[in-house]
C-alpha cells in the first residue's frame, strides 16, 4: 500500500481521542488505522517526520540537521534548521555536498544529487520506543575530505540496526567549501576555518536532541568512519566543541598526514580568490560568496586545495590532531583502531607509483629495504612502505597514545573477500567498510558477490562493531580474545582467513617509520 500524507489535524484528532499511541513523540503506522503499512512517523524538535519501515528497520532520510549553508551562510556556522508544518517526508536520501562530479563514483560509489545545499543527515533503527536507550552510531564518510556523501551504497544502517542499534550517517561540507579561509572571512568567523568539522559538531548536536525519538540513547553514542571519516572521529576527539556529544569512537584507516596552519590556509585561499579573478587577499566576502559553488570544486591541483587534512588553529581544531593526542588533551574515550593490508592503493588511485617512491629514497632505500625482508620487488616495497608509513604506523602511534587515557582495541584487516584471492595482494583503502558495517550482500557495490566465508566474518565483525557501541567492549562469541592495546602490551587482532590476535605485530618496521616520523614532525 503506498503511504500517503495525512492532514495534521487528523493526529490532533486521533491524539485527543487516545487512538493513536506516541511512544517517546513517535507513531509507527499500521494499516489497520489507515496508514501505510510501510511508513513511519516520528516527532522530532523541528517537526514531524514520515520516513519507512521494512521488515524489521525504520528509516528516516534526508533529514536537515542545519540550515542550508547558502548565500550568506556559506562559509559561517551551521545555522538552526526552520521548523516545519505538517509532515516532512524523509524516505530519500539528501543532496550530497559540492564535490567534483564522478569523483566519489570512481572510490565508492554515487554520492546523489550534489548541491551546496546539503547538510542532511539519515537514521536507522529497530524500534521508535522512546526510553528503549539503544545505542547509537554516527557513521561519517571517507572521501579525503573533498567526496562522498551518507547515500553512498555500502553505508546503509540496516544490518547494524537490525543488532539493536539506532545508525546515523551524516553529510558534511568538503573541499574549499568546508575548509577555507581568507582574510575578508576571518573577522566575521572569529576565526573559524573548519566548517566541515562544525557540521560534523553540529549534526552530533543534533542527535543529542533527537536521538530518543528514535530509540537512542543520547548518553551512549559511538562515532565511526572510514579514511576521512577516522581521520574526523580523532579530530572530534581533538576538538574542544565536540566534548561531550559522544562517549566511544571506532576509526578505521586514519591516515598520519599532517594537518594544515593557518598560514598555509590563508595562502591557499587567497591564491583561489587570484585564479577566480577576485584580485586575491583584496577579494571581499561578498564577491567570494558570489562565485557559484561548483565552481569551487574545479581546483584540482595541490597548492589549490587542502585535502585530505584538517585546519589546525581554531575554535574546532586548535592544534593538530597529532599534538593534541600526544598533549593527552583529547577526549578520554574508549577507541577502536586499524587499517588494511593494501592501503596503498589510495595512492595508486591518485596516480602515485609505489616503485618511484622507493626509487626517489635514492641512498636511504638500504635503510628501508632491511625492514622488509621478504619483499622482492620496489613496487611491492613501496606498497608495504607506503601502507605501513603513512596508515600502520600512525595508527600505532594514536593507540599508544589514547591507551594512556582510555582502554583502546587495535585491528589489521587482510582478509581479501574469498573469489578475488590470488588476483590482488591484500585489502584495498575501504575494502573493510562492507565488512564493519555488514552491507557487502545488499550494497550491490562490490565486483564480485560475497561467499559465505564472507558474509559470516562480515556477520562477527558487525556484531563486534554494535557490541563495542553497547557496551564499551568488542568482544563477542567467534571472536578470539581481543586484548587491549597499549605500549606495555603490544597487541592486534588481525582479521584474515584466521582471525588472530598478534603480539608486537610488525613491531621492528613500525618502530623504525615512527622513530623516522617523529624525526619528521
Known sequence: MRSRVLPRFFFSILAMCGLAIFAGNTLAADSSNGLSSTAAYVQIDDGMLAGSHDKSVF???????????????????????????????????????IQTPGLSEKNGGSPGKISEDCLYLNVWTPGLQQGAKLPVMVWIHGGGLVFGSGAVPGYGGDSLAKRGAVIVNINYRMGLLGFFSHPALDAENTGVKNFGLLDQIAALKWVQKNISAF???????????????????????????????????????????????????????VAIASELGLGGIRASAAQLRAVPAEKFAEF????????????????????????????KQQAAMPLIIGNNSDEATVATAFGVDPAKVIQGLGKSKIFVKPLYPKVANDKELGRQVMRDAVFTAFARRISYLQSQRAPVWRYYFSYVQERLRGSQPGVGHGGEVPYMLDTGNTCACLPVAFSKSDSNLAQRIGDSWVAFARTGNPQVSGLPQWQKDSVKNDRVLEFSETITLRKSFMQPRINALILGLKAAD
Not at 309 to 327: M, N, S, V
Open 215 to 269: 530509540g537512542g540513547d543520547p548518553g551512549n553514542v559511538t562515532i565511526f568512519g572510514q579514511s576521512a571519516g577516522a581521520e574526523s572521529v580523532l579530530a572530534l576527539y581533538s576538538s574542544p566543541l565536540a566534548r561531550g556529544l559522544f562517549h566511544k569512537g571506532i576509526a578505521q584507516s586514519p591516515y598520519g598526514i599532517p594537518g594544515h596552519t593557518l598560514e598555509k590556509a590563508r595562502n591557499v585561499g
Open 59 to 97: 528509516s528516516f532520510k534526508g533529514i536537515p540537521f542545519a540550515a542550508a549553508p547558502v548565500a550568506q551562510w556559506r562559509w559561517r556556522e551551521p545555522q538552526p534548521v526552520e521548523t516545519w508544518n505538517g509532515i516532512r517526508t524523509a524516505k530519500k536520501f539528501g543532496n550530497a555536498c
Open 300 to 327: 584540482q591541483k595541490p597548492e589549490l586545495n587542502l585535502s585530505p587534512g584538517f585546519i589546525a588553529g581554531d575554535a574546532a581544531l586548535p592544534a593538530t590532531i597529532l599534538d593534541t593526542f600526544q598533549k
